[in-house]
């Protein structure tokens, strides 16, 4: 066991400690039906240029006012 001096900027803060076990604790009770469901039900990303999301949506106003 290594001691070091307090407040050399070394000491790991307890919130800290406390997030990383509640992390631990959170990773450890997805089952694997959960993690499963989480995977399947993913909407891809699509990356869309902005001129043809114009084009896209130009004649949405129109259809609205009909």
Partial sequence: MIL?????GLD??????????????VRQT?????????????????EVPFAELVKEFGGWEQLAQE
Avoid: K
């Fill in 30 to 46: 997805q089952d694997p039906l959960t993690r499963l469901a989480q995977t399947r039900w993913q909407i891809p990303i699509a």
């Fill in 4 to 8: 070091l001096p307090s407040g050399a």
């Fill in 12 to 25: 790991v803060p307890a919130w800290m400690e406390r997030l990383e076990q509640e992390l631990r604790r």
